[in-house]
């Protein structure tokens, strides 16, 4: 049934139809906001699978050209299969919410599909995304127990902004993505021009309060388009072996929960799971099923002592931070390097300087953009003891580097002040949690070891949370265990005076404001923490840039002498480019930028530039050639491509009857300039020199 439905959302209308496309899918909306259209669709499989023992759900985000009249400029001229890494990040903010609000029981293969079909390139298409996949969810079949929404947030002249445009978000000191059910937030993701804690906090609960008449929306749809829900059962627990396996590896448990180093821990388990599968002698089906309650067990047992006994998996106190060291300058040739290391999870980060042609070109629907900062995160297999394929970067990988490019991008400077391409590679060498933000922290200093002239130090920290009952326990600094048996995974990133990014994902229905609050300003010490640690390898950008990264001059001339640097075909600016090894950029105000790999050609190409675009001066006194000589006068070059006159009456102090009585063509000579008229012609005097 045909049903379309509007709200007003930050006093803009958001309309949803449903029922007139994509029929064949167990939900399909169409969102509209402003001009920009999306599609969004969920199908699950009609078989539900425990035996998977996991949701098997697909997010899918696809932005398409005609969206925006445009035909993709690849070679193949349609979008590729390889989505970009803004449909990429869109993904994981639509998956990260949707995902804990599955029924128990549910193993269904399910598949939300977003389709960008117009955008206005000022109202983002994300935005639609996000709250149409919940809403598609709520009308279909599949057992999700939402509905969620959520929107952006900006901070523009000291006000909260719902939702701003892209015009607006240039004037913004805030972009951030809340997502939330009617009773708590559920995910943030965004970046933040430093920023306080407080003020964050009023920014997401602000999104709270405002996005609630979305959920509303949907539960009506819900109502009166909404399929009837799959019934699942949450999987059977078998209790009599649940209390075999618990009597036989409750000394065994013990042992490992206690096990600090996290490959022995991980040796320890394994040992005790094989014992346990061995003793009940089970096989097949029956192992997999007491492996299954074995991990449930470990979970509940860590819970219950960090809960219960105020102790950690590696005894730690709940705001302590592991142990850090930190050295830069790690590799030799390197522009700038850091290798970062906290407890067992090290980053091994660099930083390269390059000129403006180095920076990245991306095409979006906004058009063509070039990015001068760019962050990489790899995660090889090796960093955490395993041996498997290496592959292009995973979504993971992506997101992760873009929250520490985030973080990092608030403390950059200005591009007319610092002219570089700007690229950190971070090689996580070992991870026990956390590795992001050991690539802000390592980041931050290789930038620093490079010369690139920060506003200020940034450190990231994650934080945890394990909440039973009234309960409720926040962790900084988490390990990978404590964040795969928590429920919560909330890193902020930020310098001493305030915070430049952040992302939480949670795996329970929600935080509310205290929790929140409290896991921010929990946040904030042991962020400053760890500046003082970072700053024992580094504490301030260095004066000069790193002795192999590229230098860089400019020199302003005048637009009408462009034509002389770059010459037909830019015969002349490729020329000097390979002469002093170096890139040259001019852009149309006539501001020449130089970037050279050998220091030492540095002064002689600047010269050379001088040369070509000098402009005479009145009064001034130049060695010339004679180039041409006419009856009245011979005509001087004075400098490269720019001549004068000489005018036979101011050859000599005496009467010259022949121009050849006194010069030949090709003489060397000093002339002085004695006029430069409005149309440019210069006249010159050897008689002023004698």
């Given amino acids: 049934m045909f049903k379309k439905v509007e709200v007003v959302v930050g006093g803009k209308t958001i309309s949803v139809e449903t029922g007139k496309v994509a029929k064949q899918a167990d939900g399909s909306v169409i969102l509209q906001y402003g ?52 449909e990429v990040l869109t993904c994981r903010i639509i998956d990260r919410p949707l995902r804990p609000l599955f029924a128990d029981g549910y193993f269904s293969e399910t598949q939300i599909i977003a389709t960008v079909l117009s955008a206005d390139q000022q109202n983002d298409p994300d935005i639609l995304a996000l709250n149409g996949a919940s809403c598609a969810l709520s009308i279909s079949d599949i057992p999700f127990e939402g509905p969620i929404a959520g929107a952006r947030v900006g901070y523009i002249d000291g006000e909260y902004v719902l939702n701003p445009t892209k015009d607006e978000l240039e004037n913004s000191r805030m972009d951030v993505i809340v997502a939330c059910t009617d009773k708590a937030v559920t995910m943030v993701e965004g970046k933040v021009d430093t920023m306080s804690e407080e ?35 949450p999987l059977p627990v078998n209790e009599d072996l649940l209390a075999k396996v618990q009597k036989i590896a409750a000394a065994g448990m013990e042992k490992v929960i206690s096990t600090a180093d996290k490959m022995e821990r991980g040796r320890v388990y394994d040992e005790l799971k094989k014992s346990v599968i061995a003793e009940l002698d089970s096989e097949g089906d029956s192992a997999k099923e007491i492996g ?22 590696d005894g730690r106190a709940f705001d302590e931070v592991r142990p850090i060291s930190s050295e830069v300058t790690y590799l030799p040739q390197a522009h700038g390097s850091a290798l970062f290391t906290r407890g067992e999870t090290q980053a091994m980060v660099t930083a390269t300087l390059g000129s403006q042609r180095d920076a990245q070109r991306v095409e979006t629907l906004q058009g063509e ?63 026990n949690g956390s590795s992001s933000m050991a690539t802000v922290c390592g980041g931050s200093m290789a930038m620093m070891d490079a010369g690139v002239p920060l506003k200020a130090p940034v450190s990231g920290i994650a934080m945890g949370l394990i909440k039973e009952n009234d309960k409720v326990v926040i962790l900084s600094d988490i390990l990978g265990d404590e964040d795969h048996l928590g429920d919560m995974d909330f890193k902020v990133v930020g310098t001493e005076d305030g915070i430049t990014s952040l992302q939480m994902d949670i795996k329970i229905d929600g935080v509310d404001r205290e929790i929140m609050g409290n896991a921010l300003a929990q946040a904030k010490e042991g962020r400053i923490h760890i500046l003082a640690e970072m700053a024992k390898g580094i504490e301030a ?17 005048n637009t009408d002498k462009i034509r002389d640097i770059i010459g037909p075909g ?107 008229d409005s149309r440019g012609r210069i006249r010159l005097s050897r008689k002023a020199l004698l």
């Fill in 369 to 431: 953009d070039n990015r001068r900062f760019m962050v990489h995160y790899n995660f090889p297999p090796y960093c955490v003891g395993e041996a498997r394929f290496l592959r292009g970067p995973s979504r993971r990988d992506i997101g992760h580097g873009t929250l520490a490019l985030r973080g990092l991008s608030a403390v950059l400077p200005d591009e007319e002040d610092f002219p570089y391409s700007i690229r950190v590679v971070s090689e996580i060498m070992e991870s």
């Fill in 292 to 313: 299954n309650l074995l991990s449930g067990y470990k979970k509940k047992t860590m819970r219950a002592k960090i809960v219960d006994e105020a102790v950690r998996l």
């Fill in 541 to 557: 950008s260095r004066t000069e840039v790193a002795e192999h990264a590229p230098k860089y001059f400019s020199y302003k001339i």
């Fill in 199 to 233: 003020e964050v906090l009023d920014a997401i609960f602000y999104v709270f309060d405002e996005v609630q008449p979305l959920i509303d929306m949907q539960k009506d749809l819900q109502g009166s388009n909404g399929k009837e829900k799959r019934v699942v059962e």
């Fill in 570 to 676: 830019g015969k002349i600016i490729k020329e000097m480019s390979a002469f002093y090894d170096a890139t040259i950029e001019v852009d149309d105000s006539g501001l020449v930028k130089m970037f050279t790999k050998d220091g030492s050609k540095a002064d002689a190409l600047l010269n050379k530039i001088k040369e070509m675009t000098a402009t005479a001066e009145i009064g001034k006194v130049y060695k010339g050639t004679v180039k041409t000589i006419k009856d009245f006068g011979a005509f001087v070059e004075i400098l490269p491509g720019t001549d004068g006159l000489v005018h036979i009456s101011e050859l000599a102090n005496e009467r010259v009857a022949k121009v050849t009585d006194v010069l030949k063509e090709g003489q060397e000579l000093e002339v002085k300039v004695l006029e430069v």
């Fill in 35 to 86: 001009d920009t259209v999306v599609l969004v669709t969920a199908v699950a499989g009609k078989e539900n699978k425990p035996e998977l023992g996991f949701l098997p759900l697909t997010i899918e985000y696809q932005e398409r050209m005609a969206a925006v009249g445009r035909i993709p400029g690849n070679y193949f001229r349609r979008e590729i299969g390889r989505p970009s890494d803004q």
